[in-house]
């Protein structure tokens, strides 16, 4: 009876362990570029290396624009408000998914299919979990079948009841992390799926290769129906298949190692082109946003420039109508001091005082020889 017992407890773990779980990552998204690079992968703008492409009409653009650039969407949302310069997190992409024994109980290990009913029903329960977290604050929510599980990417722009962005009111910290981990596997606990083991390390990615790796071991190690007599000791026996067939697994790894290597290479390319043309769009918007500062310093350097001309010439002006004026007024006074001896001259005359008049004749004499001595001083000796 024990042993029955222990029997039936191990079927009831076994049958919990099927149970699958629910899965929720999360990643920042940096700014406007990050955005419109995300669109551009879940939209399939551009062409990820690890997709099935004749599943790729089968996608679903469930919220959000079927095509076009994420950030330009992601501007209007957030609209005029300064952002501060320091910041790292405009938004945040969530993604939704289930372990492959929710979604083909029947065979987990093959990659690319499903249970029609169970994918609606996980799709429906992820939604309406969604749409009552974040609501307005959706910018696109979009289903993936095209690759080995079925997943949803979620763009989020977390935007306050005021209307302000902020990233740490939504998702800032471990805290806030394990409890969308927890709200997420309840709203699916309908479903047989379950949360994760709380503090575990492992992510959506981790979780994706290990069941890639799962997946091309199986294919890799053949069904055996006999034992292999071979007295070599290799990699052969260990797999339990002929060395011929061993030697194609361990080529086909190495094969698979070096694609492996060429799409990160490829990435790396890939990312460096990208970082490229981001710096040149931005130097192409600081030219475009600068150049009327440029030119409206252009026309007051100009203004300025003719402005000093004008002034310059009206201080010529001003100089040349003082000279004439003192010019002016040396020519009064000696027309006055002419006038003032014609008259003393004719008094004289009158009156016909003899000594006045010599007297008369001395001071002429004597201013004569003054105004010649003063234009000598002026024009220097003669030559």
Known sequence: MPEEEEEEEEEEEEEEEDMGYAILDLEP???????????????????????????????????GPASGDYGEVAKEMIGQQKIRSNTKRYGCEIVLAASPEYFRPSNPGEPGTWEAERLESWLSASMHYLESQYNKNILSVVLHLDETTPHIHAVIVPLKEDGKLSYKAYFDGPAKLRELHTSYSSSLSHLGLQRGIEGSRAKAEDIKDYYRRVNAAKAAI??????????DIGVHKFFGCSRERAMEI??????????????IRDAAMTAMAQEQEKNRKIEVRMQREYQPIKDENEHLRKATEAQAEKITEMEREIWEANKKAAEARRQTVHDFARLNFASQVMDAVIRNDPTEMEELRKNLTQKQQQRESADDDDHGPSM
């Open 29 to 63: 998204i940096r700014d406007y570029a990050d955005y419109t690079r995300r669109g551009d992968h879940n939209l399939r703008q551009s062409h990820p290396s690890n997709v099935d492409e004749t599943r790729t009409p089968l996608n679903r653009v469930l919220v």
């Open 222 to 231: 053949p069904e055996i129906e006999k034992p292999v007599e071979d007295d």
């Open 250 to 263: 361990r080529e086909q790894t190495r094969q698979e190692e070096r694609e492996k290597a060429q799409k």
